[in-house]
């Protein structure tokens, strides 16, 4: 029922789930995903120099989707970057251009600030696409499994 | 088990349609829950039990009615869905039965009839989004779907 499932993603943990829970929706109805990255390109936001790691988060993603390709899934990736906008707009506007059935999004991505539970890429999300939007919290189902991994990588 | 949440506005009714077709294509129960409050007097004090509890009742029955209305567009459409009618706060009620009942998923409508109507997102959709135990599908209403409730 999900032909084209347009994935935010942004290499952030928040974001991991959200990529496992795409390929489990994607293998079900047999549809395609189509991952879109956002660079920001404008660092230093209200919180300073955002991503200075984006080739490596870039490659991270790109495991990302080949991942899926092993699982014997159509993924694709859009990367783009933006001045203007913000990310939801390039994502919403993917969407629109793929004719999407579904936008999965992670609650919240590397800017999250402490305390606030719901981003405002994933708000904003909410506002501008016009398909519905799946928003997988950090706890969901897959988070556990790559728990590990993610701490180890952390600690590294 | 999808849990789709409904108050029978435009935005519930399209979060049915998908929630029931999501159930199917997993082979999964699908469950309509809508929430009910007691009413509250001024500064929230619940209403005196003088009233008549027929009146008292009312939210309940019609959250009840919705549940009802919502279950015969499902049998309509061939599917059997469960009806869980749970007592307010709107976003715990979701999220409580969504964890005790082990919801996989909880479909909602982007906004639901609450006062603030104009507002695009509800807070209702807003604080279940923050509080799941599990992925939540907000779906907006369709201008054709909104334009048939409005008929």
């Not at chain 1, 890429?121 to 988070?143: E, F, I, M, N, Y």
């Not at chain 2, 519930?12 to 029931?20: K, N, Q, S, T, V």
């Not at chain 2, 279950?71 to 999220?95: F, H, L, M, N, S």
């Amino acid at each position: 029922m999900f032909g084209t499932i347009v994935l935010a993603v942004d290499g952030s943990r928040p974001s991991d789930n959200a990529v496992d829970y795409a390929g489990r929706l994607a293998k079900e109805s047999g549809g395609r995903i189509v991952a879109v990255h956002v660079k920001e390109i404008m660092a230093g936001r209200a919180a300073g120099p955002v991503h200075v790691d984006e080739e490596e988060l870039l490659q991270k993603i790109r495991g990302q989707m080949k991942q899926l390709n092993d699982d014997g899934i159509k993924a694709e990736l859009q990367v783009t970057s933006t001045m203007t906008g913000g990310p939801a707009h390039v994502i919403a506007d993917a969407a629109a251009k793929e004719s999407a059935d579904v936008i999965v999004t992670g609650t919240r991505g590397h800017t999250a600030l402490a305390g606030v539970f719901l981003g405002s890429v994933a708000q904003r999300l909410l506002h501008l696409a016009g398909c519905p939007v799946l928003v997988v919290p950090d706890s969901a189902a897959g988070a556990k499994t790559t728990d590990a991994a993610q701490e180890a990588a952390a600690v590294n | 088990m999808i849990l789709i949440a409904t108050d029978g506005s435009a935005p519930a009714r399209a979060a049915e349609a998908i929630g029931l077709e999501l159930a199917r294509a997993r082979g999964e129960i699908a469950a309509f829950v809508s929430v009910w409050a007691p009413l509250r007097a001024s500064f929230g004090v619940p209403v005196p039990e003088m009233l008549d509890s027929e009146f008292l009742d009312a939210e309940r029955t019609w959250a009840e009615e919705r549940l009802a209305e919502a279950a015969g567009r499902a049998a309509a459409a061939g599917t059997d869905a469960e009806t869980i009618v749970a007592k307010g706060p709107a976003v715990e009620a979701i999220c409580d039965t969504a964890t005790r009942r082990g919801a996989d998923m909880i479909v909602i409508g982007s906004h639901g009839w609450g006062a603030m109507m104009s507002l695009i997102f509800g807070s209702t959709t807003l604080g279940v989004l923050q509080h799941a135990p599990c992925p939540v599908l907000v779906v907006r209403d369709q201008p054709d779907a909104a334009a048939e409730a409005d008929a």
